[in-house]
C-alpha cells in the first residue's frame, strides 16, 4: 500500500522558516517527481513546487520562488520543502503528492495525482 505522510508543519512568525517532510512508504521517491501543494481556507489548492527524477530539477511557483527550497534525501525516502521568509499569505495546510507526470515550469494540477499524503497545516502570524 502506498502512502505519503507530511510533518514539520507549525505556527510561525512572520519571516520566520519551517521545514516540511513528505516520507514516503509502498514508494520510491527517488523514482517518482513529487510535488507539493497547499490549500488555504476558501481557496483552490495549488501547486507550489515539484522535483523531478532526472537531474534532480526543481520548479516553484511564483509566489515561492526564491523562498522555499525543494529537496529530496533518498535514503530516507523523503522529499523536503524548506519554506523561509514566510509570510501570512503562506498559511495553509500543505501536502505531497506524487507521482507528478510532468514537472515542469507549470506545474502540474492536482487532479493529475492520485498519491496525497494528510497534510500538514501552516499558519504564519504574529
Known amino acids: 500500500q502506498v502512502r505519503l505522510a507530511e510533518s514539520g508543519g507549525g505556527l510561525v512568525q512572520p519571516g520566520g522558516s519551517l521545514r516540511l517532510s513528505c516520507t514516503g512508504s509502498?514508494?520510491?521517491?527517488?523514482?517518482?517527481?513529487v510535488g507539493w501543494f497547499r490549500q488555504a481556507p476558501g481557496k483552490e489548492r495549488e501547486g507550489v513546487s515539484c522535483i523531478r527524477v532526472v537531474e534532480g530539477r526543481t520548479y516553484y511557483s511564483d509566489s515561492v520562488r526564491g523562498r522555499f527550497t525543494i529537496s529530496r534525501d533518498n535514503a530516507k525516502n523523503t522529499v523536503y520543502l524548506q519554506m523561509d521568509s514566510l509570510k501570512s499569505e503562506d498559511t495553509a495546510v500543505y501536502y505531497c503528492?506524487?507521482?507528478?507526470?510532468?514537472?515542469?515550469?507549470?506545474?502540474?494540477?492536482?487532479?493529475?495525482?492520485?498519491?496525497w499524503g494528510q497534510g500538514t497545516q501552516v499558519t504564519v502570524s504574529t
Open positions: 509502498g514508494i520510491r521517491l527517488e523514482h517518482n517527481a
Open positions: 503528492a506524487a507521482p507528478s507526470p510532468v514537472c515542469g515550469d507549470n506545474l502540474d494540477p492536482p487532479r493529475w495525482f492520485d498519491k
